[in-house]
């Protein structure tokens, strides 16, 4: 029996278990142990991914005789047991109305039928709150393990965390009714990790989320009491600080997403406020908001609104003065145009007015003076950025196959936008990688693709995250004049005009992470693509973007590669110097399409030849005419040498000593005069700087021509050492 049925199996006993667990529920804990995302479990079964969604998510509690077959058929049922279970899940739902409720946005609550629990255990509360904070995704293993032991998880952590998620489930348990037998557990297994199996009403920053999203829909088909009652109640959700009580979680993605748009609902509930003649109703709110973000102008600016609205001029000039003076002293910077246009509506007391937003006594000159200095809105620019794809692209098939899982799943896997790292040594291909994958991929985001160099390795410094923002605002469709100066800013209207868009954005030769989360777009139906040389360790642990290595290539497709260079004849007549010259590569394909270019030119230039006048000159020599192609390779590795610590790049040039297939922290400490665990803290270096690589632990490789430039760093040393 396979895997699929067995679930099904299992599935089927469960659903004639009198369990008060919705259908909806088991589904989803049925899928996610199967390890199938949404897209595939739709596929086997015969539905839509957005049916499958509204199903898992509770939305549909009378699905179409069509999907019940399905449905039926995927699990191995009955479709009457599937419509039993149905009617049985919206019945244990009623009943179960005032069961479990977890709070996250504040301090850690859990409450089940309106008794407290009390959570001791530390590494619990944790748990229980990464847990939320990731609902309804699962956290994996990693995640789990970073959070309950931040500065290094046991060697056992993952039996220590199935510890922990039995007490969790016991604990649960005990705060409700039944047997363990009785109840399903409100937190299930995936193949990855593990989730809680509750409703979006259950956790409230769920209930949070679909609430501020209803809300910012209202708004935008024009139903604006119906937005102002949901920004409302999605306001009211939140108790104080998310995670107040676990600064450690706060700098989560999820969290810091869910802090965004519980600022993004604010700022729509004060407008829709002012609107409806009820500044007092976020006067508190804006307050507290503000004085956690004193940098943040449109807080600020409603924060005025709402004051002078009440009758409180005088404090609103306040708010500006203090404002106004923490830009000068922090950042060097003055207010901005929203700010100051604020300032004036409340010196001139032109404040918001029912139905025309604007006192009838304004003239003309005045209503230009106060016109909202909000960009106008979306237009329908569909960005198409992608430079074309690199010729003759070769190999990468795994690669391939790992960015399709990773970033044609929008919000599959963690809730988060899916983003990818491509790394590896300089001249490896990441460029190309990356651009053969999106002109491949270009139905699957419709609405544009984002591209810019941010120059990580450019002798002009790299790219400024503003400079890349204000680039990318201009292509969807913001005029220069409505683009903000500030950063913060400028990220939230880019965010902003991403929402609800599938665009796919690639962020080449990426420097730091700093240069790269201002362009993280904020709606999962997006996908990033990074490029960088650095394996950028923050970036993964922090923003959870996964990494994809891209090694050199293989000694069978450098032929290849060469092979379409040059031509498939050239390389069977001189099968033994082609094979040379490839390993002479390294497997770095700018150094091939270098390399190739002189006897593509010269066609009957002997490849043995030419292989013979490369050993005996090297690839580094000074040239002897200016622009010599091989001098490239080395203006390509430089930058990436010249940004080590002077330690590491002593330790890069004394590799030229050692030949790369003995490469270890002792071999490297004998060639340097250094110690062991000073050589190994140099040589994780020139991992994160990619140009080593550890295929064994504490075992280190490097291509050839990497290698050979080592060599010739050493050698100019000697030289100049003996000059002196």
């Avoid at 058929?73 to 244990?92: E, I, N, Q």
Wanted: one cysteine or more; glycine letters at 8%; aromatic letters at 6%.
């Amino acid at each position: 029996m396979s895997n699929f049925q067995n679930a099904g199996a299992t599935t089927s006993h469960r659903l004639h278990q009198r369990e008060p667990v919705a259908f909806h529920t088991r589904v989803r804990a049925y899928r996610l142990r199967t390890g199938m995302t949404q897209r595939q479990f739709a596929e086997a079964s015969g539905i839509g991914v957005r049916t499958l969604r509204d199903i898992e998510n509770g939305r549909v509690e009378q699905p179409q005789a069509r999907t019940l077959r399905a449905l039926a058929a995927a699990l191995g049922l009955a479709t009457d047991d599937v419509r039993r279970s149905m009617a049985h899940g919206r019945k244990s739902a009623a009943q179960r109305g005032a069961g479990l409720r977890i709070g996250i946005l504040g301090s850690l609550t859990i409450e089940r039928d309106g008794m407290a629990s009390d959570v001791r255990s530390l590494k619990l509360r944790r748990l229980f709150s990464l847990l939320a904070l990731c609902h309804p995704q699962p956290a994996s293993f990693d995640a789990i393990g970073s959070t309950l032991w931040p500065k290094e998880p046991p060697r056992s952590y993952q039996n220590l965390i199935h510890t922990y998620v039995s007490q969790a489930r016991g604990l649960l348990r005990s705060s409700g009714s039944g047997s363990a037998d009785q109840v399903a557990p409100d937190v299930i297994r995936t193949p990855n990790g593990y989730a809680l199996s509750v409703g979006h009403d259950q956790v409230d920053l769920t209930r949070f989320r679909d609430l501020a999203e209803k809300a910012r829909r209202a708004h935008a088909q024009g139903e604006a009491k119906a937005a102002y009652e949901l920004a409302a109640l999605a306001h009211q959700c939140w108790r104080g600080p998310l995670l107040a009580d676990e600064p450690q979680l706060a700098l989560h993605p999820a969290a810091t997403a869910a802090t965004r748009q519980r600022i993004g609902n604010l700022l729509l509930y004060a407008d829709l406020a002012l609107r409806f003649e009820q500044p007092e109703q976020v006067v508190p709110a804006l307050r507290a908001a503000a004085e956690d973000d004193p940098l943040h102008e449109g807080l600020q600016a409603r924060l005025m609104l709402a004051l002078a609205s009440c009758g409180e001029q005088y404090e609103a000039l306040r708010v500006f003065a203090g404002v106004t003076q923490r830009l000068d002293a922090e950042l060097g910077l003055q207010p901005g145009p929203e700010l100051r246009q604020v300032h004036r509506r409340v010196l001139l007391q032109q404040l918001s007015w029912p139905g025309s937003g604007l006192p009838p006594r304004q003239t003309e000159e005045t209503l230009r003076e106060t016109r909202p200095s909000a960009p106008p809105p979306p237009s329908e620019a569909k960005p198409s950025q992608l430079p074309s794809r690199t010729r003759y692209f070769v190999g990468r098939a795994p690669q391939m196959r790992e960015l399709d899982q990773m970033l044609l799943a929008p919000g599959e896997r963690d809730g988060q936008v899916p983003a990818a790292l491509l790394t590896g040594p300089p001249g490896g291909g990441k460029t190309g990688l990356a651009l053969q994958w999106a002109h491949r991929m270009l139905d699957h985001f419709p609405d544009g693709q984002l591209y810019i160099d941010l120059h990580g390795h450019a002798r002009r410094g790299p790219l400024e995250a503003q400079a890349a923002l204000t680039s990318f605002l201009r292509a969807l469709g913001v005029p220069p004049e409505y683009v903000p100066d500030h950063l913060d800013e400028a990220a939230n209207l880019y965010r902003t005009r991403l929402s609800g868009r599938r665009v796919l954005v690639i962020l080449d030769n990426a420097h730091d992470e700093d240069g790269i989360r201002p362009l993280i777009p904020g709606d999962e139906g997006c996908a990033v693509l990074v490029t960088s040389r650095n394996t950028l360790p923050g970036l993964v642990a922090r923003e959870g973007i996964r990494r994809v290595a891209v090694d050199a290539l293989d000694d069978d497709e450098t032929l290849t590669l060469l092979g379409r260079l040059l031509g498939p004849e050239r390389i069977e007549s001189e099968s033994l110097a082609a094979m040379a010259l490839a390993r002479y590569c390294g497997g770095l394909p700018l150094v091939i399409r270098l390399i190739a270019t002189r006897p593509a030119q010269h066609p009957g230039l002997s490849l043995a030849q030419y292989y013979v006048e490369l050993h005996e000159a090297g690839d580094f020599r000074q040239p002897s005419l200016p622009g010599d192609l091989l001098s490239l390779v080395q203006a390509a590795f430089e930058p990436s040498y010249m940004a080590l610590p002077e330690q590491a790049r002593r330790v890069f040039r004394m590799l030229g000593r050692i030949e790369y297939t003995y490469i270890t922290p002792y071999t490297v400490a004998d060639a340097a005069g250094t110690t062991p665990a000073e050589a190994r803290w140099c040589l994780y270096r020139l991992v994160d700087a990619s140009l080593l690589r550890e295929y064994a632990h504490s075992r280190f490789s490097m291509p050839g021509p990497l290698l050979r430039y080592a060599k010739t760093l050493l050698s100019r040393d000697e030289e100049q050492f003996r000059a002196m």
